[in-house]
Nanobody
């Protein structure tokens, strides 16, 4: 059974930074474009950005310049470095394939911005 396990969330003040991690058990991890998503209560899950097997990233405009995505094939992991966090970045963050396979959603990791 494929699993994605997210970690690294927490509470941070506006302007602060966090780095999220996602470990995958998927076979042939290196073949997949992976993605980060986020969701706030009452809203649909939205794409934050993705990263190709070759390391090319696509970041949505709302976080471009503040968030970066990286991956480590040996660890079957992707990462989301979040800088200059804003109140509106508070959400549950998830990783998945770029297709958002519904069977692969994990528990996510919660990011809270502010006191």
């Amino acid at each position: 059974q494929v699993q994605f396990v997210e970690s690294g969330g927490g509470r941070v003040q506006p302007g602060g930074s966090l780095k999220l991690s996602c470990v995958s058990s998927i076979s042939h991890f290196g073949l997949y474009t992976m993605a980060w998503y986020r969701q706030t209560p009452g809203k649909q899950r939205e794409l934050v950005g993705d990263i190709t097997p070759g390391g090319r990233t696509n970041i949505v405009n709302s976080v471009k310049g503040r968030f970066t995505i990286s991956r480590d094939g040996q660890k079957k992991s992707i990462y989301l470095q979040m800088n200059n966090l804003k109140f509106e970045d508070a959400a549950d963050y998830y990783c998945n394939l770029e297709t958002g396979d519904p069977t692969y959603w994990g528990q996510g990791t919660q990011v809270t911005v502010g006191s």
